[in-house]
């Protein structure tokens, strides 16, 4: 029987040798315009990362390991020490996950379980405007607005306290101040709430309808089926989405500038100012015009970059072992 | 069919937009770079006799900077080929500057203190050009107070931290009608080098005496429970952010931002608020050295606001360049000519009419 | 059904749960409902706070006015217009480079990569590529291009479309996915070559999500501040010369604004924050309506 040839998709037909694979100048151009648009990707990366550590090395090389995690930063002396921004951004996003984990994760099981598809849409858009709102505005919002009324209770909270041991040094002190690590924590926790729900609805409704309904007949109730058949399903995925929501938190610049107080002081009181990687950066960049200086908030930038490639991996990895098992199973 | 009718529309659409954007951005390249300004079309009518052009780069105290900011829009429409870039860094970093010959004039509201005087380069001449004079507020943020009445002692006493809570018998002493809460005092203070502070300071060792025991200086060392801000604006931030603060800072910039300021008791036993017209009262009192500096602080008279200050434009006397005396007598000319009319809607008081001339004399000394 | 096989095991309590367990189920019901109420209060407080103190400070002037008044001056002393026209330009621009370039990768992956290493390494670093926080990109832009062609909204642009790239590429990809094969093997059976096939039908199948994809990557490219600190420096008169010297935009305006106690200053800000806030929510409107009306397949 006369051969069917398969047409080689990449050949037009009606070429005169149908064995002929060569493809057309323009099809063959196309592709190499794609591959390069997907490869700037890469490109962009490597850039970032070697032109960032290039400019840093001044730093590193000038105050050396010890001089990088000292306190003491101080343009005027040529000291460069980075620990407390490390410690306030490290700290604010602590206080925003706590905050906002349970708020995000609690409203994903509510658009997933508990609302009716009539009221998810109205749900989605509120989640949907709450993330539109540039981080600006969160910002102005938080130092006229958000600031000084926390101030208030700050002050409230603070005098009931004193004295008390542990909960004197957290929420204890003299220097309360609207402008602190745990306004900027009540921000950033508003700020990733959208993202950590978004991606945790999105696994979640990947749970199998079987073992769902499963457990409901079995006679649990609907937390009971949310605890059982639910959450051993999701974990992984919510945890991943939650690391993504702690890479934003890490990386956020300009909400925390304005509320976070700007100051270089590490200590346990949370309603204390303090400042943090991205926004000694951005407000310090202005004004840096000698070579170490310039090149210490570059070496900040370089650390923020590779902490937050370093959280996104990992929240990919936990995604990518859970899938493992499963496709094992 | 999969490619409906609709998404042939959109994705015509989407090629117009592309289109649209794109020539867009295409002609906004072309348009002139002199483009900068709306204002620039309304300039080229102005009668200007000045046919200087270049950059007057200048530093310094953040007392000008109000001053200063509308000072550059107004010359602009005078000369418009003078650009002006003022840098409000503080009067001590200004004068430092100024040493290291980075800026053409330096902002100070202080003249050049005896232990920097080994930094003025060896043979330069420091000519001062005062150019404004205005009220040191003392600010505070207490909802419901108005019109406190503070003296020189218990300011010594707020600000080295004897004085911890707003209801301490002190003040309620000068305020016994008002309603003191019994919050604690925050202070609000400068972070930078201020000619600000050393006014403040100065004004606390001439009229508070032995009460006062933190000296006089561009920085000084206040309590570890202060809040230090960078700039008048910071200082002023701080104090709007903070219930119950109080902080020194320059009239122009207390009321711009909104704060209440204290009525501060004079040498003649009068509590007098700050304003244009006390602080012009008390400057029509100073004694005016050769050199043009003075003290405007703890005048006499009924109505002299006590904690007045200055600001003063240095200059070198001999320049190196024949352009920069042209520019520099071209904008401190202005500022001290027409530009003093800019002081009052801003809050500050212009020179008396005395020393305005002598330093308008003192211009034909920049030479080159 | 009791469990059938160990007559000894527990049989299954069938009866209505018992009180403590339905209380449980309610009280976490509740909390969930809390939960999402706790996320309306900000939200709600912010847009209140934005529209009625912004909506004094708008007006005509404040719109197109270019000169920007020093902080000290009061509300009525020149606008928000170079702002305005900053954050437009310096936005479009980036939109017109970032969009086509993520469509053309998202195509490389869906399309030509397969599951070779290439695309899976491009697919994988473009999601790694969303996490990076967006004042990285501003460091990076002003690194390698303001150090040697100074400040410009240029410079601006090139920074958002670093931002937007991997938003782009993850959107139209997912949109890319979901057209089904049998349109693109139809138009194979007809002689088509790839590059017809991708561009004839498989993008217009796809083109509405593609779009409002593309409309939210712009909306939240236009708020950003961080990428613009580094690259555009600031002017105080509208520059429409997106090519050479500095600029301003809006987001930029309210993070300087917003440090200022000026009582001015402070309503510009918000007046810039809303102006800010409805230009991305009508991309954000815009969005919703393309994905309503124009988009054929989705998930």
């Not at chain 1, 990733?192 to 978004?198: A, E, G, K």
């Amino acid at each position: 029987m006369s051969a069917v040839k398969e047409a080689d998709p990449a050949s037009p037909a009606g070429s005169a040798n149908a064995l002929n694979h060569r493809r057309p100048l323009g099809d063959r151009g196309f592709q190499i315009l794609t591959l390069a648009a997907g490869l700037l990707v890469l490109i962009i990366l490597a850039l970032i990362a070697i032109s960032m550590a290039q400019q840093s090395t001044t730093w590193f090389t000038t105050a050396g390991l010890k001089g990088i995690f000292s306190v003491d930063w101080d343009p005027a002396t040529n000291n460069f020490g980075a620990l407390g921004f490390l410690y306030g951004t490290v700290i604010c996003s602590v206080i925003a996950l706590i905050i906002g984990v349970p708020i995000s994760v609690g409203v994903a099981m509510l658009l997933t379980q508990v609302v009716s598809v009539r009221w998810s849409r109205p749900v989605v858009t509120v989640i949907d405007l709450l993330a539109v709102v540039p981080s600006v505005v969160w910002g102005l919002w938080g130092i006229i607005v958000l600031a000084p009324w926390l101030q208030h209770i700050y002050l409230h909270i603070a005098s009931a306290v004193n004295g008390i041991p542990v909960l004197d040094t957290l929420f204890g002190g003299p220097n309360v101040s609207g402008a602190s690590f745990f306004t900027a924590g009540i921000i950033l926790a508003i700020m990733i709430t959208p993202i950590i729900t978004s991606l945790s609805r999105e696994v979640i409704a990947t749970v199998p309808a079987i073992d769902k309904e499963g457990a409901y007949a079995l006679g649990a109730t609907r937390w009971e089926m949310i605890r059982g058949a639910v959450w051993p399903h999701s974990q992984a995925g919510v945890t991943s989405a939650i690391l993504v929501g702690l890479g934003r938190a890490l990386g956020e610049t300009i909400a925390v500038a304005l509320v976070i107080g700007n100051s270089d002081e590490i200590t346990g009181h949370l309603f204390y100012s303090g400042s943090s990687i991205a926004a000694t950066i951005a407000l310090q960049f202005g004004e840096a015009t000698g070579g170490e200086f310039r090149s210490a908030l570059i070496g900040l930038g370089l650390f923020l970059f590779v902490l937050t490639i370093i959280v996104n991996l990992g929240a990919r990895a936990i995604v990518e072992r859970s899938a493992r098992r499963t496709r094992g199973a | 069919m999969p490619v409906g009718p609709r998404q042939r529309v959109a994705t015509v659409g989407v090629a117009a937009v592309a289109t649209a954007l794109g020539l867009a951005a295409c002609s906004s390249s072309s348009s002139s770079t002199a483009a900068s300004g709306s204002s620039s079309a309304t300039s080229s009518a102005s009668s200007s006799t000045s046919t200087v052009s270049g950059t007057i780069k200048a530093a310094g105290s953040t007392f000008q900077t109000n001053f200063q900011q509308g000072a550059i829009s107004g010359f602009k429409s005078v000369d418009p080929n003078v650009t002006v870039d003022y840098d409000p860094v503080g009067s001590g970093t200004g004068r430092s500057d100024l040493y290291s010959n980075t800026v053409l004039f330096a902002g100070s509201d202080s003249p050049v203190p005896a232990k920097e005087a080994s930094e003025v380069p060896a043979g330069k001449t420091i000519l001062y050009f005062p150019v404004q004079i205005g009220p040191i507020a003392v600010a505070y943020n207490l909802s419901g107070i108005t019109g406190l009445k503070l003296d020189s002692t218990v300011l010594a006493g707020i600000f080295q931290g004897q004085i911890t809570t707003w209801n301490n018998s002190a003040i309620k002493a000068l305020n016994p009608s008002a309603n003191l809460p019994s919050s604690t005092i925050t202070l609000a203070v400068r972070s930078d080098s201020s000619g600000t502070t050393a006014n403040f300071s100065q004004y606390l060792v001439d009229a508070a005496g032995s009460a006062w025991k933190l000296g006089t200086g561009s920085t000084i060392k206040w309590p570890s429970t202060a809040r230090a801000g960078d700039g008048g604006s910071g200082l002023a931030s701080i104090v709007k952010s903070t219930p119950g603060s109080i902080g020194y800072v320059d009239f122009s910039t207390a009321t711009a931002s909104g704060l209440q300021s204290a009525s501060i008791k004079n040498s003649a036993g009068d509590f007098v608020a700050p304003s244009t017209a006390s602080a012009t009262a008390a400057a029509s009192h100073v004694t005016v050295k050769p050199n043009l500096t003075f003290s405007a602080a703890d005048q006499p008279g009924a109505t002299s606001y006590p904690i007045t200050y200055q600001s003063w434009d240095l200059v070198y006397s001999v320049q190196p360049n024949a352009t920069d005396v042209q520019l520099l007598q071209a904008y401190i000319g202005y500022l001290l000519g027409p530009g003093q009319s800019l002081l009052a809607p801003l809050n500050l008081a212009p020179l008396p009419a005395s020393i305005d001339s002598s330093a308008k004399a003192q211009l034909s000394k920049i030479t080159s | 059904m009791t469990v059938a096989s160990d007559p000894a095991a527990r049989t299954v309590d069938l009866r209505e749960p018992s009180g403590w367990r339905r209380s449980k189920n309610r009280i976490m019901t509740v909390l969930m409902y809390v939960a999402f109420v706790i996320v309306l209060i900000p939200l709600g407080f912010v847009l209140v706070t934005v529209v009625a103190k912004g909506a004094s400070a708008i007006s005509w002037q404040f719109l197109t006015n270019g000169t920007i008044p020093p902080n000290v001056m009061p509300l009525g002393v020149g606008g928000m217009g170079a702002a305005v026209v900053g954050t437009i330009e310096i936005t479009a621009f980036a939109a017109l480079i970032a969009i086509p370039l993520g469509v053309l990768g998202a195509i490389y992956l869906n399309e030509y990569g397969g599951k070779g290493i290439l695309a899976r390494l491009v697919s994988f670093l473009s999601d790694v590529m969303t996490g990076v926080p967006s004042i990285i990109m501003g460091l990076f832009i002003y690194l390698i291009w303001v150090v040697h062609f100074g400040y410009s909204g240029l410079a601006g642009s090139f920074a958002l479309a670093c931002l937007m790239l991997p938003i782009v590429i993850r959107s139209t990809y997912e949109m890319l996915r979901l057209v089904p094969d049998s349109l693109r093997e139809g138009s194979y059976a007809l002689g088509s070559t790839k590059a017809r096939v991708t561009l004839t039908v498989v993008l217009p199948a796809a083109i509405g999500g593609i779009v409002s994809g593309a409309l939210l990557a712009v909306a939240r490219a236009a708020g950003e501040t961080a990428p613009l600190l580094f690259t555009i420096l600031t002017v105080e008169a509208t520059n429409k010369n997106l090519f050479s010297g500095p600029n301003t935009a809006l987001p930029e305006q309210i993070f300087v604004n917003a440090q200022s106690p000026y009582v001015g200053a402070q309503a510009r800000a918000w007046g810039a924050a809303l102006t800010l806030i409805a230009i991305t929510f009508i991309l954000m409107i815009v969005a919703r309506i393309v994905t309503a009306r124009f988009t054929r397949y989705t998930r």
